[in-house]
């Protein structure tokens, strides 16, 4: 590839933009203030260390969880973002309890609305582990010009006009889909773009590595332990065919399984007796993804995409990743009910 062969994200989504006859750029615009949003973002991660940016702020967020600096600083920015787009008119957000609803006369016609986690895995930043940022972008239901309601973003999974993550890792990869396959655009710092780098990205359907916390092994449901002991004990003559490998950062596990095969697990447990991971802004876009990448997004019993979700911070167990691996532990757990 000679070196001026780059496709940007914005190139990529106004070529993309084409395939849609009737679109007048509001989506492109939208999805180029969320790459501001995630280079602003990467900055910061990447200076964590040097900056007072460490540590845990002094709030608590609606889940109960100590805030981190980057926590606040991450949603404060794509928030902006958002808005300053035009093309978002409300966002739900992992670190706010009520819908944020944008009344500026240039939002409030906004034709979208995005649920976000704005720094996933941020307990890992201290530890120079990699963090991500999710998304998720769904159609208004209410009408244009009218306020943004929570029935907004209480929408099935399956009305997700795109879905994606950020993961600020050794590099800073922006990965999404509109239903149109996986793309992903590595963050080149000397530019301050992100360019296509892994396009077409598909999960394989049968994986080898199994991401999930161990730690919480003796709470987990039978058919979990089974399908783990299967793992651990299903040694053929060669090899043992698995490998446990576990970050502690959603959109780390994801990514790392989505690149090689695997399957990431949050059940149910008594700590979390409706499971951890949370349906609007971390289940609905990483299944989306996962089934645009010929993969798989479970509740353990069904497809997470169908949900209609019942509140805006609801949790649901979540296996997803490789086709074979999620209809596996799928089989243990109905097996074992
Ligand atoms: P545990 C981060 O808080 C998160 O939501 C996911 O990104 C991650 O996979 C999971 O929780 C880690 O949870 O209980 O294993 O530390």
Known sequence: MNSYNITTLDDFIIRRQKDYPEAKGEFSRLMHHLGTAAKMVSMKVKRAGLSDILGQSQNMNVQGEIQQKLDVYADEVFTAALLSSGECCGVATEENQNIITFTHEFAVNGKYIVCIDPLDGSANIDANVSVGTIFSIYRRVSQRGEQVSEIDFLQPGTKQVAAGYVIYGSSTMLVYSTGNGVNGFTLDPSLGEFCLSHPGMMHSEKGRIYSVNEGNYIKFPEGVKKYIKYCQENDTETERPYISRYIGSLVSDFHRNLLKGGIYLYPESKNYPTGKLRLV?????????????????????????????????????????????????????AENQ
């Open 281 to 333: 802004y971390e289940c609905n876009p990483m299944s989306f993804l996962a089934e645009h990448s010929g993969g798989m997004g479970s509740d353990g019993s069904g497809r997470v995409l169908t949900i209609v979700p019942e509140s805006l911070h609801q949790r649901i167990p979540f296996y997803t990743g490789s086709t074979e691996m999620v209809k596996r532990v799928e089989k243990f757990i």
